[in-house]
């Protein structure tokens, strides 16, 4: 009969009973945090560089002399997944809200405030603001074509544009031409990058430059202001030295 080092056998029923409080703190600390601070980051495609499509955002402060508001959708929310997408396109919607106090802040509000609701978008635009009310990086569910692989909601930044009847809908398109311009250059896309709502489903939307025959027009507006950037970051391209 043998007794085999009693005291490794009393240090290790120590560190055991040590262990399960700390265990229980943990899961009583798991189950009072509510909601996480922030999403599970889950990149939906292949990686950027195999892709050439970025996955990271950019804020812009003001477009073309508009200002730009960020004020994002709580993580809690179900309008935001908090998915990691790649940016590949731009899909152009309206808000088919005619109500005279319908403008951009309206809808940033009711995208902040209601709950009840997991409709999302990343930009509202009206003829004098824009508000931006998700990552352009993040996953929005707007396009109705839910998690299809190269769909509008898991690979477009989701525009809407405000159709009151106190705003004036030609500069609301105006100013989306120079928002998509934005977007183009700095996520490395081109005008050939914009799409219609329509363009993913059935839908007619955006209703009033469809129905108006306002895309050509709008689509024009948006090549012409992405040449004008264009031009521009040419100019201040620094020279190549030469030696
Ligand atoms: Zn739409």
């Known amino acids: ?61 003001e477009v073309h002399g508009i200002p730009v508001n960020h004020v994002y959708i709580p993580y809690d929310s179900s309008r935001r997944p908090g998915e990691i997408r790649e940016i590949r396109f731009l899909t152009i919607h309206e808000t088919d809200n005619r109500s005279s106090g319908a403008d951009a802040l309206a809808h ?16 509202t635009v009206d003829d004098h603001s824009i508000y931006h009310n998700l990552p352009d990086n993040e996953i929005a569910w707007n396009a109705g074509d839910n998690r299809s692989r190269d769909g509008g909601n898991m690979n477009g ?15 609301t398109v105006r100013n989306t031409a120079w928002l998509c311009a934005e977007l183009l250059q700095a996520y490395g896309l081109t005008p050939d990058d914009v799409y219609l709502h329509r363009d993913f489903m059935g839908k007619i939307c955006p209703h009033r430059l469809i129905t108006e025959n306002k895309v050509t027009w709008f689509k024009e507006l948006v090549q012409a202001d992405y040449d004008e950037l264009q031009a521009a970051a040419a100019a201040e391209a620094p020279t190549e030295t030469e030696e």
């Open 108 to 123: 940033s509000n009711w995208l902040i405030g209601d709950t009840t609701d997991i409709t999302s978008w990343h930009y």
């Open 1 to 61: 009969m043998s007794r085999k080092r009693p005291g490794r056998v009393r240090l290790g029923r120590i560190l055991i009973l040590l262990m399960i409080p700390l265990l229980l703190a943990g899961a009583v600390y798991g189950l009072l945090r509510r909601k996480p601070e922030k999403p599970p980051v889950v990149v939906t495609e292949t990686a950027e560089e195999e892709s050439g499509y970025i996955t990271y955002a950019i804020t812009l402060d």
């Open 157 to 171: 930044i989701g525009i809407e544009m405000c159709v009151n009847v106190s705003g004036d809908f030609d500069q």
